[in-house]
């Protein structure tokens, strides 16, 4: 039986590696001249200093069933911790700490100890247990029934009443940071989920990076796949499925729009319409720097931390996520710093040190945000802006010229809505199927959306072995 999967991204190789292990001859075709999607990395900015091109911390490579079915440690990747996951300065010279250790986090958050206690214990305990419900299609008989309805009745509110459970400025910003992690309104039903899952990874696995960068994570794929006897092309662009006739199995690691475009007439007109619907959500502006020595913050255990939120208050980031979201710009943007040399300091040279960042900008943004990031750095960190040694940018055009799923900049290969939650892109038990005879989407635009688990590729590559 022979299968093409067109596109490298994770999920690309991860559908790859499927069906190469049930015996399936497998060629995964990739556009560009470099393997793995939005899991790479690359000295982008000081010889010897190893920036992550796009993922960059990643529980679900840790956590999801697709990765838990690898040897990683044997495939030569290791994981490694900051002492701190994620930190959120605030404008009074404190910060929201969120540590993997749930009891230090509650310590630390003072009068909310209890109820993030309350909120996230249960899940970060049985975190294997809701990854096997959540890294399905929402449209399933759970496995795991009592602990996915206390999971939805806390995902389905919003995260701007999550957040309101708390008392301090803290926990409030804390949670709000997370939860923007998905890109969108934070005042809407559902908006709580990403950052209820995210939280319970943090407390369960941590956000871990790779040491060396994410590219040896893609790379490790690559060579398991060459083992099982698989194969891989680059700079070929998949215009049309009618290239790979010769194939059994099709997998499109892409967008429905790119999907549509390459099946043609073979897509039928209902699939046509679910896939002409299918929304584009906020983008990415990214920057990354080249900094002597730390970022100078001004709060305590900033400097220990893998990701820092900046942004200020609950109030202030979900007011930047709402005009984001509307198509406006934001003076004061949402913006995620790594410091990922934290927990890897190899990937620094001669006490330069490699710092990631993006900021939320409107879809299909044209507006340079270079001078808002160091701006909204800078006022946690006062002297941030002198240590800077070299910068290297990515506007959100950029990504999306880089990568042709991120439309507009859309990193998330598609709106996180309510809508799109449900129907990614079509509803039903087997999203994967793009209505054409043996061709199959696999992408971040199927679920469980986006992010660095392989799950899409997984869950494509059995559905279309079960079809045949
Ligand atoms: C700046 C940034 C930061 C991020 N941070 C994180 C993070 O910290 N943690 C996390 O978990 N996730 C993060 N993500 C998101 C994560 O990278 C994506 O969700 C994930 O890579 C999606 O995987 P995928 O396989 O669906 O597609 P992608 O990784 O987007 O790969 C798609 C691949 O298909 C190729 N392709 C598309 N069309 C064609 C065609 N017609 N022919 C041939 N090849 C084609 C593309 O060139 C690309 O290589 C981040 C992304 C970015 C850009």
Not at 140 to 157: D, E
Not at 167 to 180: D, V
Not at 191 to 200: I, P, Q
Not at 269 to 289: E, Q
Request: hydrophobic share 45%; glycine share 12%; charged share 20%.
């Amino acid at each position: 039986m022979k299968a093409y999967v067109v596109g490298s991204g994770p999920n690309g190789l991860a559908g790859a590696i499927e069906l190469a292990r049930n015996g399936v001859d497998v060629t995964v075709v990739e556009a560009t001249a470099r393997l793995g999607g939005g899991l790479g990395s690359a000295e982008l900015t000081e010889p010897g200093l190893v920036h992550d091109l796009g993922a960059a911390f990643m529980p679900m490579a840790v956590a999801s069933p697709f990765f838990r079915s690898l040897d990683l440690e044997a495939l030569g990747v290791r994981f490694r911790d900051a002492p701190v996951a994620l930190a959120h300065p605030l404008d009074d010279g404190t910060a929201g700490l969120l540590r993997q250790d749930l009891g230090a986090t509650a310590r630390g958050l003072g009068a909310d100890g209890g109820t993030w206690r309350a909120l996230f214990e249960r899940f970060a305990e049985s975190f294997p247990e809701l990854l096997d419900d959540a890294m399905q299609p929402m449209m399933h008989m759970p496995r795991h029934p009592l602990l996915m309805a206390r999971f939805g009745s806390i995902a389905a509110q919003s995260a701007a009443r999550v957040s309101a459970t708390f008392r301090t400025e803290q926990a409030q910003a804390l949670f709000t940071g997370i939860a923007a992690h998905a890109f969108g309104a934070l005042d809407k039903p559902f908006s709580a989920a990403v950052g209820v899952m995210l939280t319970a990874a943090a407390h369960a696995v941590g956000w871990p990076v790779v040491e060396g960068g994410a590219q040896v994570l893609a790379d490790a794929l690559v060579r398991h796949l060459v083992d099982l006897g698989g194969r891989v092309e680059t700079r070929r662009e998949v215009l049309s499925v009618r290239e790979l006739d010769d194939a059994d199995i099709v997998l499109l690691d892409t967008t429905p729009a790119a999907a549509a475009a390459m099946l043609g007439d073979a897509m039928p007109r209902r699939f046509r319409r679910a896939y002409g619907a299918y929304m584009h959500g906020p983008a990415a502006f990214k920057v990354d720097f080249a900094v002597d020595g730390d970022i100078p913050w001004t709060a305590e255990g900033v400097r220990d931390a893998g990701v820092v939120h900046v942004g200020g208050s609950a109030a202030e980031v979900s007011a930047a996520e709402a005009r984001i979201t509307s198509g406006a710009s934001a003076r004061q943007p949402f913006v995620l710093v790594g410091q990922q040399y934290v927990a890897d300091p190899g990937r620094s040279r001669n006490g330069v040190n490699p710092v990631w960042a993006y900021a939320h900008v409107p879809y299909g943004s044209t507006v340079d945000a270079t001078e808002r990031i160091v701006r909204q750095v800078e006022r946690f960190a006062p002297g941030f802006r002198d240590r800077v040694v070299a910068t290297h940018t990515t506007a959100a055009i950029g990504l999306a010229a880089v990568n042709a799923n991120y439309v507009g900049g859309d990193i998330n290969t598609g709106a996180t809505s309510f809508r799109q939650l449900i129907a990614r892109p079509t509803a039903g038990r087997k999203p994967y199927r793009t209505g054409a005879p043996r061709t199959y989407l696999c992408s971040a635009a199927t679920p469980p959306g986006p992010g660095i688990h392989g799950m899409s590729g997984m869950n494509a590559a059995r559905a279309a072995l079960a079809q045949l």
